[in-house]
């Protein structure tokens, strides 16, 4: 599975495990795959104008929990997926500043990141009114 699959895979899994958070997911547009030449060059520079940073991690979810102000997670390949400098500084600093971050090798083990976070989650319920936490 491709790692635009694999993203896909965890928040399709995400959005039907936990419905009432649909609108709590974020991708990182550091992963998209973009053509190459001059039009893409452009794209990246706007993205970047518009506050996207090397290294951010690949997905976040906006849930907060007893212990943190929300989960970022960086998905590698299984297999060989290595993180990068500005990856590992991103993660470093988002813990830092209270937020779960987390690397994972592949879509099964970001699900299992993802399910050990959420036990300790904020519990919304139906149009966005709160309950507190689990």
Not at 8 to 15: A, C, D, N
Not at 16 to 37: D, H, I, K, M, W
Not at 95 to 106: E, I, P, W
Request: net charge negative.
């Amino acid at each position: 599975m491709s790692e635009w699959q694999e993203h896909r895979e965890v928040i399709r899994w995400f959005r039907e495990e936990f419905p009432e958070y649909y609108q709590c997911t974020r991708l990182s547009l550091n992963g998209v795959n973009l053509p190459a030449g001059k039009t893409a060059a452009i794209m990246v520079n706007q993205f970047k104008a518009q506050g996207m940073v090397k290294g951010e991690a690949d997905l976040f979810f906006a849930v907060p929990s007893i212990r943190f102000h929300g989960l970022f997670v960086e998905m590698k390949a299984e297999t060989g997926g290595k993180v990068s400098e500005e990856q590992r500084g991103y993660l470093d600093t988002m813990s830092l500043l209270g937020y779960q971050a987390k690397v994972t090798a592949g879509a099964e083990a970001a699900k299992e990141v993802i399910s050990n976070y959420m036990e300790d989650a904020f519990i919304l319920h139906e149009h966005g009114s709160h309950k507190g936490y689990h």
